[in-house]
């Protein structure tokens, strides 16, 4: 691959999380990677790239569109490394991460769609592996915080002797931030899909829908990932269904799938979104709960789907810089371990979680990818973010400002 044009090449440069992406890589990216600005409008590149400081006004710029196989196929052969933001996946992301499997081109996406994660899985898992192709979905706020998280927690156990892990919750602490129109149509084409498609409403229900053995996985009872209004007992919080929970809990299952089980035949995991104590703690997740179940009904019935779209953010809109500057997140990821230890991984970063947040997270992914590969787990495939890049990228990220710890806790709040 040393001959290759491009080391890595970004693909919907011209969009909102796209132009973040170019300009995180144009800041931090070292200086000798040959980087690239892709998509369908060649003027639009160029206008993307003039923004740019310093010498990432010389990048190339290499004109392609999602439904453009031959010319997917050109790009995925002209370099080492496809980093993508365009969305939503199910529609325009299976060709370029076709063309990057089977040119043997890693891969990293910001996807939250269980339906197009299955589809990698079932038609390029195995062309991947053979060409040592390494396609990392789900490389930002879905599913890094949580993904990280559990394999810290994982690491810790196993270092301090103290068995598997066993009931694990991710609880989401603190979020400030503007909703991604890309996020929402994500979502939309998800649940459209499952409203009128039995098998693919039965995919988005299995908790198990990642996994690359779905019969050898643990009988361990129900997987909780979306549940009602509950009382945390060890934290005191009231709790709702954390919109990204139905898919982050999936990811986190491939991940200890892909390790074998690594994380424990017991296993369970959950998300939580954490709504505070007393009265007013259960009022607003009855609110939170409801508000979810409400968006997710409309966004199933192709009569209140149009008048959605009208008051939701559109796919390209985003934030203005002062909301993606005071955005934040935090997230405390909690277990007890089959010798009844206990255990606090706390993931947490400045910056809108949708967006600013995740073009750090994106960004150091693809970097990953391009530039340690050497320290990278030795496995090809359709990976998750903890089963491709692991440590290399904690340690990536914590540079950057992340916090990424573990402790031992006697579980108080």
Wanted: proline share 4%; aromatic share 4%; glycine share 10%.
């Amino acid at each position: 691959m040393s001959a290759r044009d491009h080391d890595l090449v970004l693909f919907g440069a011209t969009g909102f999380v796209g132009r973040l992406l170019a300009a995180e890589l144009a800041q931090h990216a070292p200086a000798h990677l040959r980087i690239a600005l892709a998509g369908r409008d060649e003027a639009r590149l160029q206008d993307v790239r003039a923004e740019l400081p310093g010498a990432a006004r010389e990048w190339p710029v290499v004109v392609a569109d999602s439904g453009d196989d031959a010319a997917l196929d050109r790009l995925a052969r002209s370099t080492r490394v496809v980093v993508t933001t365009v969305g939503p996946y199910a529609r325009h992301g299976f060709g370029l991460a076709r063309a990057c499997a089977e040119a043997g081109t890693h891969y990293a996406d910001l996807t939250g769609e269980v339906l197009f994660v299955r589809q990698l899985v079932d038609e390029l898992q195995r062309t991947a592996e053979e060409t040592g192709a390494r396609l990392v979905t789900a490389c930002g706020f879905d599913s890094v915080p949580s993904d990280l998280g559990v394999l810290l927690l994982h690491q810790r156990a196993v270092a301090d002797g103290a068995g598997d892990l066993c009931d694990t919750t991710l609880l989401v602490r603190r979020l400030r931030g503007g909703v991604s129109g890309g996020t929402v149509d994500s979502m939309r084409t998800v649940v459209a899909a499952a409203a009128s498609d039995a098998s693919a409403r039965k995919v988005v229900l299995d908790p198990y829908a990642l996994s690359p053995d779905r019969v050898a996985e643990p009988h361990v009872g129900r997987q909780r990932d979306v549940g009602g209004v509950m009382r945390d007992h060890e934290t005191g919080q009231w709790t709702a269904p954390f919109v990204m929970g139905s898919f982050n809990t999936r990811v986190v299952r491939r991940s200890s799938a892909l390790a074998e089980h690594a994380y424990g035949r017991q296993f369970r995991y959950r998300e939580l979104l954490a709504c505070g104590r007393g009265r007013s703690g259960q009022l607003r997740a009855a609110l939170v709960s409801a508000g979810l179940g409400a968006l997710v009904v409309g966004l199933a019935n192709p009569l209140t789907r149009p008048l959605l779209g009208v008051v939701l953010p559109s796919p390209g809109e985003g934030p203005s810089e002062e909301v993606r500057r005071r955005g934040c997140f935090r997230m405390e990821v909690r277990t007890t371990t089959s010798s009844g230890r206990r255990f606090l991984a706390v993931v947490a970063a400045q910056g809108d979680p949708g967006y600013a947040a995740t073009a750090v997270m994106l960004a150091e992914s693809a970097l990953c990818l391009a530039e340690d590969e050497p320290r990278l787990p030795a496995r090809a495939g359709v990976l998750t973010p903890a089963t491709a890049l692991g440590d290399v990228l904690v340690e990536r990220l914590r540079a950057r400002g992340f916090t990424l710890t573990v402790e031992e806790t006697t579980g108080q709040a």
